[in-house]
């Protein structure tokens, strides 16, 4: 089966500028989660939906913000974009949505850049 | 506030011998602990999840403990490979609907597997 899968692949913004990344779950999975990876910081949790709703929500600021449409796949978007957005940003998908006892499944990232 | 640390020193070992990477965590009370490997521009894929009254599990080479008195858990991969050769991270997780979907992830530890 299709795995997790999230476009685009690689993107170059400009500080100010807005932009919305997608993830695709995979099929049946309805808990989608987004993490933003950066060398200082690791992995660190940005939010997760289930069923449309959001049902988490890490420690950013509000410029960062998601949805999730009917279908499972989700966006998420960054807007007035900093130099220090510049990550790569994972998208997963799980099966349950009381826990995660079946572990995430991952996409490959967006790598974004921030100039 | 919870903290999560891996050894932040690459390991380096001899193909065949056993790795064994360490996971500790601290003002934090996890359900379930995870184990994944990520190999450079990938997301993280998921390879095993011990759960709190569980003690060890194994999955073919791999094999993890958690300690709950210790608040630590250890991972090794047996007859190592050079394609064992990725980091790998620990991620312990609550659980429950409150918690669904956020994992807090350690640094990781990169291994080298040399031939």
């Known amino acids: 089966k299709a795995g997790v899968t999230q476009t685009p692949r690689y993107l170059i913004k400009t500080r100010g500028q807005q932009v919305t990344l997608s993830c695709s779950p995979i099929?049946?999975?309805?808990?989608v989660s987004w993490y933003q990876q950066t060398p200082g910081q690791g992995l660190q949790f940005l939010f997760e939906?289930?069923?449309?709703?959001?049902?988490n929500k890490g420690n950013f600021p509000g410029r960062f913000s998601g949805r999730q449409f009917s279908n499972s796949r989700s966006e998420m978007n960054v807007s007035t974009l900093e130099l220090g957005d510049s990550a790569l940003y994972l998208c997963?998908?799980?099966?349950?949505?009381?826990?995660?006892?079946?572990?995430?499944?991952f996409g490959s990232g967006t790598r974004l850049t921030v100039v | 506030s919870q903290k999560i640390e891996q050894n932040s020193e690459a390991l380096n070992i001899q193909e065949g011998k056993t790795a064994t990477l360490t996971c500790n965590y601290t003002n934090y009370s996890p359900a379930y602990l995870q184990w994944y490997r990520q190999d450079p521009g990938r997301g993280p894929v998921f390879l095993l999840l011990i759960r709190e009254n569980e003690k060890e599990k194994r999955k073919e080479r791999l094999k993890v403990t958690f300690d709950t008195t210790l608040k630590q858990s250890l991972f090794h991969i047996t007859a190592s490979q050079p394609a064992d050769s990725a980091t790998y991270l620990c991620a312990p997780g609550r659980g429950g609907s409150g918690n669904t979907g956020k994992l807090i992830f350690g640094q990781g530890t990169t291994l080298q597997v040399k031939p």
């Open positions: 997963a998908s799980s099966l349950d949505n009381r826990s995660l006892f079946y572990g995430y499944t």
């Open positions: 099929s049946g999975h309805r808990s």
């Open positions: 939906y289930f069923s449309e709703t959001q049902r």
